[in-house]
Every structure is written in C-alpha cells, then in structure tokens.
Antibody, heavy 121, light 108 residues
Framework: QVQLVESGGGVVQPGRSLRLSCTAS????????MHWVRQAPGKGLEWVAI????????YYADSVKGRFTISRDNSENTLYLQMNSLGVEDTAVYYC??????????????WGQGTLVTVSS | EIVLTQSPGTLSLSPGERATLSCRAS???????LAWYQQKPGQAPRLLIF???NRATGIPDRFSGSGSGTDFTLTISRLEPEDFAVYYC?????????FGPGTKVDIK
C-alpha cells in the first residue's frame, strides 16, 4: 500500500542540526512532488517546503529559508530535510506528504505519520 | 505571502446538521490551488478537497467545496460522528503554500 515513513526526529540543542528522512513505498516516488509540513505542539499546520519530482524546483517557507534544505534521492525513494541553526520555534511534528502531480503546484495528498523534533537545551 | 483566515474558529453542531466553514485569502487564489484537510487528534491530516471543489479519493460526497477569488467554503451536508475534527484550508498556487489557522468542529 502507499506509505510514507518519516524518521530522524529527536531532541537537539538550539543552534545544532538535524536531518529528517521520509521513505516512500507503494508508488513510483520519482513521479511526484513532495512536501514537508510541520505542526508545533497544540498548534496548526505550517507548510515548510516542496520539491518537484526531479528536484529541479523547490520552495521554502520564509521561516526556514536559508536554514533548511529539502532534497530527494529517487533511487532510494527517500525525501530529506536538512535542518540547520535550529531554534526552539522549530519544535514540531514534521510530516512529509506526497503531491498529486510531478510539479510543485500540488496539494498534500498522502501523508506520513510524522516525526517529532524537539529543540531544547 | 498569502494569508488565509478561517471562520469560525470553533463550530459547535449536532450530528446530522449542516456545517459551513469559511476560508478567506488576503489575495486572490486561483481556484485550481485551494485545498481542504481534516485532522483528528493524534493523527496526520487527510486531504478532503483539492482544486476548490474536487473530492480526493475515498472522500464521501457529503463533503463539498466551493468558492473563487478570495472566498472559499467547505460544506459538510450532514455531520456524521466521525466528522468532528479540525479543518484547514491551504493555498498552493503561490509559494509559500500557506495554511489557514483551522476551524474546529465539535459536538454541541
């Protein structure tokens, strides 16, 4: 079945880095754009980043631009989020989500269950 | 950045009633790029509607979306017990692809 599994979350000190992974199965990963979306504890959804099917297009939320980098390895069916210079405001559950289409003008169709990132000293 | 505002913040209704949720954008959004999601406690969000009015796979027809420009609506024709949740709108036509703050539909 179609599935997305996030990993790499955990507790990290402010200013440090963390890399999240999202492993896809049950569909042709290289055919679809992929998103990262986060949700701080008790708060709403915040879109983070998107990458097109081939990695040629990517966009970021203003709150993470210059600190986070989205990437993908289509040979490994995996999406990544490299997070640098983490602050307490980055504490959240991070979800990866598959789009409907290959390009970046797409909603979040299939979601993973999320991985929790806690930034704390 | 396109800011989305959702109203009301909380909607208290009984099963069987009709729910009407509003999403207003600070700038015009192409109707091709407006989505609605449902989220229940402890679960990942689920896509309900994309392109303003298209139901995602497996979504019951009691859910419908409409609107254009800056004003969009999600309607649940008759609330089922499983529909009590938080609903978010999202625009994905212009980066950053912003979400609204959500409307909680709870049991009256």
């Amino acid at each position: 079945q179609v599935q997305l599994v996030e990993s790499g979350g955990g507790v990290v000190q402010p200013g440090r880095s963390l890399r999240l992974s999202c492993t896809a199965s049950g569909f042709t990963f290289s055919n679809y754009a992929m998103h990262w979306v986060r949700q701080a504890p008790g708060k709403g959804l915040e879109w983070v980043a998107i990458m097109s099917y081939d990695g040629s297009d990517k966009y970021y939320a203003d709150s993470v631009k210059g600190r986070f980098t989205i990437s993908r390895d289509n040979s490994e069916n995996t999406l990544y989020l490299q997070m640098n210079s983490l602050g307490v405001e980055d504490t959240a559950v991070y979800y990866c989500a598959r789009g409907w289409t290959a390009g970046t003008g797409t909603s979040c169709y299939i979601w993973g269950q999320g991985t929790l990132v806690t930034v704390s000293s | 950045e396109i800011v989305l505002t959702q109203s009301p913040g909380t909607l208290s209704l009984s099963p069987g009633e009709r729910a009407t949720l509003s999403c207003r954008a600070s700038q015009s959004v192409s109707s091709s790029f407006l989505a609605w999601y449902q989220q229940k406690p402890g679960q990942a969000p689920r896509l309900l509607i994309f392109g303003t009015s298209n139901r995602a796979t497996g979504i019951p027809d009691r859910f419908s979306g409409s609107g254009s420009g800056t004003d969009f609506t999600l309607t649940i024709s008759r609330l089922e017990p499983e529909d009590f949740a938080v609903y978010y709108c999202q625009q994905y036509g212009r980066s950053p692809f912003t979400f609204g703050p959500g409307t909680k539909v709870d049991i009256k």
